[in-house]
C-alpha cells in the first residue's frame, strides 16, 4: 500500500525535477540548547555561503521541534534567541536572508496537518532520529516527536524550497520530504509541490563527539567535553582539544591511514573544514606529526574562527529586543511566500473557503 517508490519521481524528468520551481534555500536549527562546532561547520557556514549564492536564502528557528521533547520555557526563550546571534554572528544578514521564529510563521503547522494526513505510518516508523530520541521508551514520546519529520516536510515545502543545506544526520528527513511531496503530487494529480535536494556537502557533513569518534557531536550529549560549543571561551576551546580522545599513532600523509581511526579522521576532518580545505590537503602538510603537535595547531584554528562569533553573539545578546525584532521582520516576509502556497494547497485538497 502506497509504496512511494512504485510512483513516478519527477526527478527522473529529464528538463530536473523543479524546472518549473523558482530556486529557493531553506533550512533550519533547532533552539533546544546551545550550537555546537557540528552546528557550525555543518549547517551555519553553509548558509551563510548560501546567502552569496544569490538565491533567495530563509533560515528558521525550529522552536516547534524543539518541544517535541520537554524544554523549560525560559530556556527556550533564551535558546531561541541565542540561536538567532549564531546566525547573525556568523554572518548572516537580516537583509538578505530571511531569518525567522517557526512559531511565528502559522502556515508551517497548517501544512504540517496536510502532511501527517499524507505519510504513511510506516514512513515514520523507519526514521532512525526517532528511534534514537525515544529510545526504549516509545510508548511514552510525545506525539509530536512521531509526527517531527512532517513538520518538517512543511517547513520546506510552504516555501516550495527547492535546496536544503543540512548535515548527514538530517538526509532521511530530507527523503521522507520528498517522498511527501511525490505522494501529494500523484495523490491529487497536481504538479505543486517540488522534489526538494538535499545539500550535504563539504568535509564536516558529520562532525563527530570529541570523547567517541563513533558517535555524533550533539548538543544532547551529558559530557559537555564531548562538543565544543559557539559560546566557549578560548582557554575552554584549547582544552578540550588538548583532551580530545586519540590513538597513540602519529598523522598518516595519507587518507588510507585513516582506517580504523575515528577520532583521528574526526580531528582531521575539523582541521580541514575551518581551514577551507580537505582531508588530503591536510594531511600532505600534517602527515607524521604527533597528536602533541597536531592539537595546539587545530586549537589555534578553531579559537580563531569562533572567538570573533562568541563575542559578537554576546554583544548582540545584550539587545534581546533588536533580536526579536529581526525575527518578526522575518515572519512577515516568510508568511508572504508561505501564506498563498497553504491557500492553495487547501484548495487542491478540497477545503471550502
Ligand atoms: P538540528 O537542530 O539537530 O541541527 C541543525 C543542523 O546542524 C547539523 N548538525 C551537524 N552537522 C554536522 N555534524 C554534526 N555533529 C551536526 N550536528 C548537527 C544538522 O544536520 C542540521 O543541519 N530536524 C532538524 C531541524 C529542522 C530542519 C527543518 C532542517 C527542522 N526543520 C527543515 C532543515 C530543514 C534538526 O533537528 O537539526
Not at 535546496?163 to 504538479?191: C, M, S, W, Y
Not at 570573533?308 to 533588536?322: C, G, K, Q, T, Y
Amino acid at each position: 500500500m502506497d509504496a512511494v517508490h512504485t510512483q513516478s519521481d519527477p526527478a527522473d524528468d529529464p528538463a530536473g525535477p523543479n524546472a518549473g520551481f523558482t530556486p529557493r534555500v531553506f533550512s533550519g536549527i533547532q533552539p533546544s540548547g546551545g550550537l555546537t562546532l557540528g552546528n557550525y561547520l555543518g549547517a551555519i557556514r553553509r548558509f551563510v555561503e548560501k546567502q552569496d549564492s544569490g538565491i533567495e536564502t530563509l533560515y528558521c528557528m525550529v522552536d516547534l521541534h524543539a518541544i517535541t521533547v520537554w524544554q523549560d520555557p525560559a530556556k527556550l526563550r533564551h535558546a531561541t534567541r541565542e540561536l538567532a546571534a549564531g546566525y547573525l554572528a556568523a554572518g548572516l544578514d537580516p537583509t538578505r536572508s530571511t531569518m525567522f521564529n517557526q512559531s511565528q510563521v502559522p502556515e508551517h503547522t497548517q501544512l504540517a496537518w496536510i502532511f501527517n494526513c499524507v505519510a504513511r505510518m510506516g514512513w515514520l516508523n523507519r526514521m532512525t532520529q526517532f528511534k534514537d530520541k525515544a529510545g526504549k521508551n516509545r510508548e511514552n514520546a510525545s506525539v509530536g516527536l512521531f509526527a517531527y519529520p512532517c513538520l518538517m516536510a512543511a517547513d520546506i515545502l510552504v516555501y516550495h524550497a527547492t535546496e536544503v543545506p543540512v548535515g548527514e544526520d538530517q538526509k532521511q528527513h530530507i527523503e521522507l520530504t520528498r517522498d511527501i511531496a511525490i505522494k501529494f503530487n500523484t495523490d491529487f494529480g497536481v504538479d505543486f509541490f517540488p522534489v526538494t535536494e538535499p545539500v550535504i556537502e563539504g568535509v564536516a557533513t558529520r562532525v563527530m563527539s570529541l570523547r567517541d569518534g563513533t558517535k555524533k557531536m550533539s548538543k544532547s550529549d551529558p559530557s559537555d567535553m564531548s562538543r565544543i560549543n559557539m559560546t566557549d571561551d578560548a582557554d575552554t576551546i584549547a582544552k578540550k582539544i588538548r583532551k580530545a580522545r586519540t590513538d597513540p599513532e602519529a598523522l598518516p600523509s595519507e587518507e588510507a591511514g585513516l582506517e580504523g581511526r575515528a577520532e583521528a579522521r574526526n580531528l582531521v576532518a575539523i582541521y580541514a573544514a575551518l581551514a577551507g580545505s580537505d582531508v588530503e590537503t591536510v594531511l600532505t602538510e600534517v602527515g607524521g606529526r604527533q597528536f602533541s603537535e597536531f592539537k595546539p595547531m587545530l586549537a589555534e584554528l578553531a579559537v580563531a574562527e569562533l572567538s570573533p562569533i562568541s563575542a559578537e553573539m554576546a554583544r548582540l545578546m545584550e539587545d534581546p529586543a533588536a533580536i526579536d525584532a529581526i525575527l518578526a521582520g522575518g515572519a512577515v516576509r516568510a508568511r508572504e511566500i508561505a501564506a498563498p502556497i497553504v491557500k492553495r494547497t487547501y484548495e487542491i485538497v478540497g477545503m471550502v473557503g
